[in-house]
């Protein structure tokens, strides 16, 4: 790689470029303007994110240094971190003492919480990657950051569902995969296999070689107790719950008389067809899992059946909690909460008045506008994903680069970025292709960039992060190797225990069905009327408060004004079709009509209160004293620096359930790095398998990783709530977002601890399938999967012919000849025909601000029934005083001097009104 260099700064601007621009401040302020939205009309902001120098854009010749506190890592010499030092003279009138430089303008003193602070200053790391930790290392500040430790006396560690008994006769992946995050959580799972075992012992990963059993078998069913099917139907009365993939709930499970008793959880595919391919493509989700180009990319993996077996899990606790006789799940429900980002756009743009309008369709697509850098970029040993979601986000990396000349350079101004983006990838790709993956990570860490490594499977043995955090364990029993334990920490679950995989039956001799239960099997409580208090943003944690909410529990949703969940995406009200109320200016801007947000917060009630203000703070605190569940889904320390996390602790012993989802989790040695899916898809083994096998990696646009974990921060609800209804106390869950991700692709954790090698890049291929793939048809696109030995309809003969046949054409011929197929679905076209509906999978629900719009429904049914419709999603600070009053008992007079203060009740302000010649230049790319 060369002789060492500073991994950042140093770079000068090039002549010519827009930071060498002269002329008035008319030029200046435009300049500002287009370096990114609101940002760039923020100078202050801007001198944070790009370091000290003179004012951006401030007169000809103007350069900006790179910033001193990223170039080596140090601050300056005689700088203050925040403060004065104790001791230190004050200031003196009209400047600062000689040879000492003014603290930023946001700095606080230390242990006061600064808002804005742009970067970790953290030392740089020595050339060739972080500091090496032994695995098993933690932090020492860990313990303010993650679940809080047993105290002495407390009973030994088994998990919330101890005692719970589930009886397995699901094969494959939906069901077993439910068992398998049951029994994760401490229940007792016996897996009665059919005769000749579950065909997952064969089940290819890749083609490859691979040992048996498959390790797609070995992932899913470690950690059960394995027998054969001679134990029915007695296992039945010995079970609290029964997985099962075979007749719906009110049919016979096996043959022989019913059994009354077990809650009974069926999956199944919810199609004619139990090929992933095909459920991918029926579901929707393949048209929305497109590159640039538009060409479809199929899901790694079995994605709709692990996404329908965490539901199935979550269903078999909210039946019991329901006191439920069944409950189903199918693949294709759970695979449209997938996507369900992109879905609540195309959803509210088909049950619009305008169901034709492109540019409503452009509007109910909200934040998911294209930005760049972004994807995929190779570097010295793999890839790594640069994030330009946040407006800060391209001023630091631009600083990471020592490029400070790129946010003025006019050609990668917010409205003309994407157009270059292939322009500005040939500037960039030098610098990549000369640093490692752990030092450019290293360094967006220390800048506060959002970016992120993509792991393989074979790096997620060694990583020194996932070490940190006990993900891994050793397997016994039948195979060797290494498999996920959990993607939970908690005082709870046993850590660092090695997992057990049995040899087929055997577990037959431990097995007594008739022998006496010593305990009542734990089951959460009634939710109807339980108090959720939710502190998230985005998609994964108002998705595990969503789901609560439709089980009955009061979930609400805490909001600040001058930080609204980008997910609230602002629309003009003249833009949006629907009346403005009277006494509105048309003008104005509305945050509670956005698309992915009212999806995503049907069923709450929500509150607007500001935790960085004192008195903010204690009405939170208040608020979690009352509360039976908190769930956290912002950054990693976020209740340290509101100074509550010593508050919440304290709580849990009162019987508070918290769990906090950050994106890797609250400890560890990567726990600051930013949420967003584009890069746990990266750090979660999800890229490394996704995108045609001719691409080093790929990233989708799905935002996949909140779908799966918000629906395992459900899980880990429930079964905290299971436990405390047994033993009375709380408990405190860190959710890993990363980690849920490699659960849904285990199968390769296994493979590669096993055969040293990563699963191979199939891109839209079965795997052990003869031919299979994904076409472009005249109209549309068709998926097909043929298993007929010695087929020669290879992918490239039927793409040959398809491409001058209509859809409906195509699927006439290949079913004709014996080849399973389904078009690549439209999820406004099913919504249209009235299919979604026929299913019970969208519902209609009146909004005060958007009007009567289609919504996604849980893909869960209780008892035959799908989950009562929701109530709208909450407008910004609709329901502040309500709560306040009913959770609280504080009084009117009380409430408006907190609004006075402006401790609750504020709301985003209006954005500085355009003036006609700005707003006809336009700012769409």
């Known amino acids: 790689m060369g002789a060492a260099r500073p991994l ?11 930071v060498d621009v002269a002329g008035g401040a008319a030029r200046r302020r435009d300049a500002r303007r287009l370096v990114l939205g609101a940002a760039g009309r923020r100078p202050g902001l801007l001198r944070r994110l790009l370091g ?14 790179a910033p001193a506190a990223l170039d080596r890592g140090r601050r300056p010499a005689g700088r203050v971190r925040a403060g004065r030092r104790a001791g230190a003279r004050p200031r003196r009138p009209g400047g600062v003492r000689p040879g000492r430089r003014p603290a930023d303008r946001g700095d606080r003193q230390r242990g006061v919480e600064r808002p804005l602070r742009p970067a970790r200053r953290r030392a740089a790391p020595p050339r060739g990657g972080h500091r090496r930790r032994p695995p098993g290392h933690r932090d020492l500040r860990d313990h303010r950051l993650g679940p809080p430790p047993l105290l002495p006396g407390r009973p030994a560690v088994t998990g919330p569902l101890h005692g719970l008994r589930v009886l397995e006769l699901a094969t494959g992946v939906a069901g077993p995969y439910a068992g398998r995050l049951l029994a994760m959580l401490g229940a007792t799972v016996v897996k009665a296999e059919p005769p000749g075992g579950d065909p997952a012992r064969e089940l290819p990963v890749d083609g490859g070689p691979q040992h ?14 394995l027998v054969g099917r001679d134990v029915l139907p007695a296992a039945l009365g010995w079970a609290d719950v029964v997985l099962d993939d075979g007749p719906p709930v009110d049919g016979p499970l096996v043959d022989g008389p019913p059994v009354d008793g077990p809650l009974v959880v069926t999956v199944t595919s919810g199609l004619a067809t139990d090929e992933e391919l095909l459920v991918q493509a029926a579901s929707g989700l393949l048209a929305v899992s497109v590159d640039d180009d538009g060409v479809p990319h199929r899901f790694p993996g079995w994605q709709s059946q692990y996404l329908a077996g965490a539901y199935a899990a979550a269903a078999a606790l909210a039946g019991l909690a329901r006191g439920a006789a069944g409950a189903r799940v199918s693949w294709l429900g759970a695979l449209l909460t997938a996507y369900e980002a992109q879905g609540a756009g ?12 492109p540019d409503e369709a452009r509007r109910n697509a909200g934040h998911l506008a294209r930005t760049f850098p972004s994807g995929v970029f190779a570097c010295a040993d793999g890839q790594v994903i640069p994030g330009t979601v946040r407006a800060e986000d391209w001023l630091r990396q631009c600083a990471v680069y020592g490029r400070p000349d790129l946010p003025y350079d006019e050609r990668f101004v917010w409205a003309h970025r994407w157009r270059n983006r292939h322009l500005l990838a040939a500037e960039l790709r030098p610098w990549y292709a000369a640093r490692t993956r752990a030092e450019i990570f290293r360094a967006a860490l220390d800048a506060g960039w959002a970016a992120a490594m993509v792991l393989t499977a074979r790096d997620a043995l060694t990583d020194p992060h996932l070490a940190g955090r006990g993900f891994l364990a050793p397997l016994a029993g039948a195979t060797g190797g290494r498999v996920a334990a959990r993607p939970w920490r908690s005082p709870r679950l046993p850590e660092g225990v090695p997992v057990r995989l049995a040899e087929p039956g055997g577990d037959a001799a431990w097995f007594r069905p008739d022998h006496p239960r010593p305990a009542a099997a734990p089951r959460p409580p009634e939710l109807a009327g339980l108090r959720v208090l939710e502190l998230t943003l985005a998609w994964a944690g108002p998705l595990t408060g969503r789901f609560l909410g439709t089980l009955g529990a009061d979930v609400v949703r805490v909001e600040v004004g001058n930080r609204p969940d980008g997910w609230r995406t602002r629309h003009r009200w003249h833009e949006l079709g629907v009346p403005v109320p009277d006494g509105v200016d048309p003008q104005e801007c509305t945050w509670d009509a956005s698309a992915q947000f009212n999806s995503l917060n049907r069923g709450k009630r929500g509150i607007s209160v500001d935790l960085a203000t004192p008195a903010g703070a204690d009405v939170f605190r208040d608020l979690v004293a009352v509360a039976d569940v908190l769930v956290v889904n912002m950054t990693h320390d976020v209740l340290v620096k509101r100074g509550v996390a010593e508050d919440v602790r304290r709580q849990v012993e009162r019987g508070l359930v918290v769990v906090t989802m950050p994106a890797l989790g609250a400890t560890g040695p990567y726990r600051s790095m930013a949420g967003y899916g584009m890069l746990t898809e990266g750090m979660g083994g999800f890229a490394a398998r996704y995108g045609a096998p001719a691409e080093p990696a790929a990233v989708s646009p799905v935002y996949y990783p909140d779908a799966v974990a918000g629906v395992h921060g459900v899980l880990a609800v429930l079964a905290a709530l299971a436990g405390r209804a047994r033993h009375g106390r709380g408990d405190w869950l860190d959710l890993s977002q990363q980690e849920t991700l490699w659960l849904q692709l285990g199968e390769g954790l296994v493979l590669a601890s096993r055969e040293g090698r990563n699963p191979a890049r199939l891109g839209d291929a079965e795997p052990g399938v003869p031919s299979s793939g994904v076409v472009a048809t005249r109209d549309g696109h068709v998926a097909f999967v043929d298993r007929r030995p010695g087929s020669t309809a290879t992918p490239e003969t039927v793409a040959g012919w398809a491409a001058g046949s209509s859809t409906a054409e195509v699927l006439t011929r290949l079913r004709a000849e014996g080849v399973a197929a389904e078009a690549v679905a439209d999820l406004r076209r099913r919504y249209a025909d009235g299919t979604l509906r026929t299913a019970g999978l969208v519902e209609e629900v009146d909004h005060p601000v958007a009007g009567r719009r289609a919504y996604l429904t849980p893909p869960v049914r209780l008892a035959g029934d799908p989950l009562p419709p929701a109530r709208p999603a909450p407008l910004f600070d609709q329901h502040t005083d309500e709560v306040l009053a009913e959770w609280l008992g504080y009084d009117p007079g009380r409430i408006r001097t907190l609004r006075a203060a402006e401790a609750v009740g504020t709301r985003p302000r209006q954005p500085r009104r355009r003036s006609t010649s700005a707003a006809g230049r336009g700012h769409g790319r």
């Open 8 to 18: 950042l700064g140093g770079a000068r601007p090039r002549p010519g470029t827009a």
């Open 52 to 65: 000290p120098g003179r004012r951006p854009g401030a007169g000809a010749g103007h350069r900006l240094p």
């Open 212 to 225: 048996a059993p498959s390790p797609v078998f070995v992932h899913l069913n470690a950690g059960k107790r």
């Open 346 to 357: 195309l959803l509210y743009t088909a049950s619009s008045d305008r169901p034709d309008d």
